[in-house]
């Protein structure tokens, strides 16, 4: 199994605001304190890389504490030139969020070129809350996506100049400079929340999958759609287009982690995820068929998750390195997982450094089998 | 509380091919043609409104697609869209001129309809109709709030908005909610509520025009919104009513039927 580490950059903070996201006043945002966190954060991944971890990983969110990373390519662009061997991966950008995506095709492919060809591209739509703060139309995500995404593969793999006509993007010459240095392009990631739509949209191109923050019933669900929809498209998935993001808490006795991931884990949930519910649900967000297989089995909203029912459903993984390997064997055997990407939190920077050696000394090395194999050989493109 | 008066008359309820969209349509009364736009939340609704509008015309509510249940137009990306396809009703209808009544985003169709072909208008009420950019205001973002915010920003009698509500929160109640949304959003998210275009065509419009206003609406306030109405309208009428937030319909049912009975009248 590969592991990949996977950043929010969240600025931590209690408040009594009614969402996280959006409206929570950026007033409560110190610039110092800032600072001072997102070079904890990089030295973070940097040493992740260090410990043995696969790849790297950031990602996009506006307006909000859970995650301070409006711009993943910025992060990425500081990681190409501290790291030499991880892969970099952007998970992902918000396509339909940008009005010009051309830039997007030209930004990856400059941190492909500049990294030497480590850099993942994930595209995603960008979560419900992300059109209320970027103004897009919510009703066009979907087009808009697939649209984009079709753009920026067009522009990555077919010789420019080019025009292109679509009907949110238009340009009379595609020509980006530079090119992708990985051939046909960068492997393309879909991070999605498991839309039937999304799903057979990824496995017809062998794009991987990523579940985020999802119990492990349904993440098993979400695998068997996509498996089935590899072999309708006439191949089996590998188990490197199938990756699951789940937060990983690690510490020398099992009570120890669990303390740990009550507090710590559970603000990501509780706090980080606190929205106030109509950003939840933009209109048209979601397609209607989506909606209803949503509001049939609705899942519990993440503020009022409590810590029993997410250790119950596996939304966490937590405990000692013994218990945390049997944790994780349940999604590299039974789920067939092939990268697991997850961050780590141990409540201060030093605390968060040493949860990560531990890991990398008494979880990872269990997980070997497939040291010599590329993860990103002939999938995601 | 505005109830369907108990001797008024059931409307008709009927299923429309307007080239190749499909419409529901509640009708009833006798007199001359009306057809009443509603605004957000109003599709299928047949209140004391339209029962006392139909003690003096022929009304005709139709829904919008996508409103009230019925199925979405995939066409339909902009205002004028939807202008262009209650043009096309009146045709499938063969009525040659209407008093066109509009509420809210209603309204706001209503007065695309009436820059393009006043000619085709016997009357225009607008009721506390959204549409244009006024200068000083912008419209509080409805879609950003839950339910008791959206209340207390449309209506001045909370109580009022019982008229509106869902008639029960299963799975298709809820859907059709969300295809509703979908259905204004698509045309009304950003820019929101307006139309860029329309405040300098107002001036197109020859038709009597008659702008009914809640006094209290927090969505678009008499001051500065119907203000700048009543300034781009030529000859507009403006008449408040001291009882209503932004559903003077709902909120003062028969002050404002008769209102647009008086001012039709006036006209004939």
Known sequence: MKFYYFHLM???????????????????????????????????????????????????????????????????AMLVRRTTRAKIAILGNGLPLRENPLRLAEEIAMLDVVSGGRVISGF???????????????????????????????????????????????????NPWPRPLQQPHPPVWCPSQGSSETVEWAAKRRFPYLMVFTPVKRIAQIYGEYREACERSGYAASPYQLTVNVPIVVAENDAKARAIAEKHVMWVFNTGLRMHPPFWRPPGYMTEASLRRF???????????????????????????????????????ELRAGIVCSGMNGGSHEATLEMM??????????????AAVDETAGVGR | MPVRRADAPEPERRDLDVRGTSVRMLSGGAGP?????????????????????????????????????????EWIEHI??????????????????????????????????????????????????????????????????????????VFHNPMAALALAPPDQSVDTLAFQYRQGAAIA?????????????????????????LCWGAHDRLAPVEPCAQAWVKEVPGARLRVFADSGHVPHVEEPAAVAAAIAEFCGGIR
């Open chain 1, 10 to 76: 969240p600025y931590v903070m209690e408040h009594d605001e009614p969402s996280s996201w959006v409206t929570l006043s950026n007033r409560s945002y110190d610039p110092k304190a800032g600072q001072r966190l997102y070079h904890q954060y990089l030295d973070q991944l940097e040493y992740a890389e260090s410990l043995g971890w696969d790849g790297l990983c950031v990602n996009e969110h506006h307006q909000n504490c859970y995650g301070t990373m409006p711009s993943p390519n910025v992060m990425a």
């Open chain 1, 124 to 174: 995603v739509r960008g979560i419900s809350a992300e059109y209320f703060s970027t103004g897009v139309n919510p009703t066009h995500s979907r087009d808009r996506f697939y649209e984009a995404a079709e753009l920026i593969l067009r522009a990555w793999t077919e010789p420019g100049p080019f025009p292109f006509d679509g009907t949110f993007y238009r340009y009379q010459y595609v």
């Open chain 1, 295 to 333: 509001l049939e089995n609705p899942p519990p909203l993440p503020s009022d998750l409590t810590f029993e029912q997410a250790d119950a459903q596996g939304y966490i993984v937590y405990g000692s390195p013994a218990t945390v390997r049997d944790k994780l064997r349940v999604f590299s055997d």
């Open chain 1, 357 to 370: 050696q531990l890991f990398a000394e008494e979880v990872m090395p269990f997980f070997r089998e497939d």
């Open chain 2, 33 to 73: 043609d009306l057809v009443f736009l509603h605004g957000a939340g109003g599709a299928g609704r047949w209140l004391e409104f339209q029962a006392r509008l139909a003690e003096r015309f022929h009304v005709r509510c139709p829904s919008h697609p996508g409103h009230g249940g019925s199925p979405a137009a």
């Open chain 2, 80 to 153: 004028s869209d939807l202008a262009f396809h209650y043009l096309d009703l009146l045709d499938t209808l063969r009525l040659e001129r209407v008093h066109l009544v509009g509420a809210s985003f209603g309204g706001w169709i209503a007065a695309e309809v009436a820059v393009m072909a006043s000619h085709r208008l016997a009357s225009l009420t607008l009721i506390d109709p959204v549409g244009i950019k006024v200068d000083g205001w912008i419209y509080p973002f409805l879609f950003g709030m839950d339910i008791p915010e959206i209340v207390q920003t």
């Open chain 2, 186 to 210: 698509r045309v009304s998210w950003n820019p929101y509520l307006y139309d860029p275009l329309l405040r300098r065509r107002l001036a197109r419009i020859t038709t009597p025009t008659l």
